[in-house]
Every structure is written in structure tokens, then in C-alpha cells.
């Protein structure tokens, strides 16, 4: 569930019949160029290196309908991690900017979310793949930017509805805490159990004993959401 396109390759070229990406070379910038995004999780340990046009494709999957993918929303600033962290290795390559997921169905685009001051670390350029979770009304697609933490790993839904193929963002619902994300461990993909989603979620030293707990949410198309039971 893959792409094998360019990950320079520029949204904008996208027709009514075809939703294949044109590539377009990334523009270097001097020493002197400053990051749009200064106040991120981790500016401290990013080097900028280049920056990638308006419309570069981030990540991109495969649906019974057509394509789910993310664009950057003005440019992209490529970089790399400076020093080893929780985030990642030095030199793991970082992507920062702002997104525009959407939903492509017969060639038609369709703006899913929005996602802000994002940032992307990876240990390749390669297009981002979503993972996905088959549901009895939705298949659910999980964007994850990072392939690593020290606190488990944070991925945003799209659930693709099976009989006509709209795509809606979700949220999670847990202990009275509504999120944009879900957390998880780094080494368990959520799944399917008795059509509930499990999940285990990420752990770190000062995580509590409740929320340690594997936890089920039950998928709520309707009111676009994920509920823990």
C-alpha cells in the first residue's frame, strides 16, 4: 500500500481523469534562511538543508475509490535531525509544513483536513504510506509522521466510507478527552477486534496505570469519531 512517486513531486499537476503527480526539483536555500516554523516540538535539533515547492507530496495510499493524499499547503522545509533523540537518529530526515489531506474519487479532489505546522521524521525521502484498518462501514487510514518516540507514536484518522467512498477526519474520545490524534505503541499497530479498534497505547515513565491499559474505541461515523469503551 505504497507509492513509489517522487516525494518532489508537485499536487498542482493533478487532472480530472489522472491523479499521478509531476516532479519538481526542491530549491536550496542559503545558511541565512530561517525556518517558518520556529516554535515546533523540535526546532532545537533541526538543521534546515533545502526547501520544496507549493503542492510537494508527503504521503499517499491507495483506497477502493481512488487516493487519499497529503500536499504541503505552501512550501516544505527539508532537514535533518542534528543530534540522536527520542524523535530519532541523527541525520534522520525531517519534513516541516503545512498540509492539506484530501481525497481524490474519479479524479475529483476533495479536501479532507488541514493539517497545521506539521512536522515529518523519516529515515528515507520516500512518500509516507498510511496504515490501514478495515471496519464494517469505513475503511480507516492512519497517517503517523514519525517513525519512532519515546512516548509512542501519534496518527490522525481519515475514515473512507465503503459505499460511496467519502472521506471525514476523526477524533478520539477517551475519559472525557476529545484528541486529534491516537497514541499508540511504537511496535503495535491498532487493529480490528470484533469490530472494535484495540489499541496499546504508547508508554513513558510518567504515564499512569489507567492509561497504560489496552483500550478498544468504538468507531462512530456519524458524529466522526472514535469512543473508548
Request: glycine share 6%; aromatic share 10%.
Amino acid at each position: 500500500m505504497g507509492c513509489e512517486n517522487d516525494n518532489r513531486a508537485n499536487y498542482e499537476s493533478l487532472n480530472t481523469s489522472n491523479s499521478s503527480i509531476n516532479s519538481s526539483t526542491s530549491i536550496k536555500e542559503s545558511s541565512k534562511f530561517k525556518t517558518q516554523f520556529p516554535n515546533t516540538e523540535f526546532s532545537n535539533i533541526i538543521t534546515l538543508d533545502s526547501v520544496n515547492k507549493d503542492g510537494t507530496l508527503r504521503a499517499q495510499t491507495n483506497t477502493d475509490f481512488g487516493e487519499l493524499i497529503v500536499v504541503a499547503n505552501g512550501k516544505e522545509e527539508v532537514g535533518h535531525l542534528n543530534a540522536p533523540s527520542v524523535a530519532g537518529l541523527e541525520g534522520d530526515l525531517t519534513f516541516q509544513g503545512n498540509y492539506t489531506v484530501i481525497n481524490i474519487i474519479d479524479g475529483k479532489k476533495h479536501e479532507v483536513m488541514q493539517l497545521k505546522e506539521l512536522t515529518f521524521i523519516q529515515q528515507s525521502d520516500r512518500v509516507v504510506n498510511f496504515d490501514k484498518v478495515s471496519f464494517n462501514d469505513a475503511d480507516v487510514y492512519f497517517l503517523t509522521p514519525q517513525y519512532t518516540s519515546g512516548h509512542g507514536l501519534n496518527a490522525y484518522a481519515i475514515a473512507v466510507n465503503k459505499s460511496n467512498g467519502e472521506a471525514i477526519s476523526l477524533k478520539f474520545i477517551k475519559n472525557d478527552t476529545t484528541t486529534d490524534t491516537l497514541n499508540y505503541a511504537n511496535d503495535q499497530l491498532p487493529v480490528n477486534e470484533n469490530d472494535f479498534l484495540k489499541v496499546a497505547p504508547g508508554i513513558s515513565a510518567g504515564t499512569s496505570e489507567e492509561n497504560a491499559d489496552i483500550t478498544f474505541y468504538k468507531l462512530d461515523l456519524t458524529n466522526k469519531y472514535f469512543i473508548a469503551e
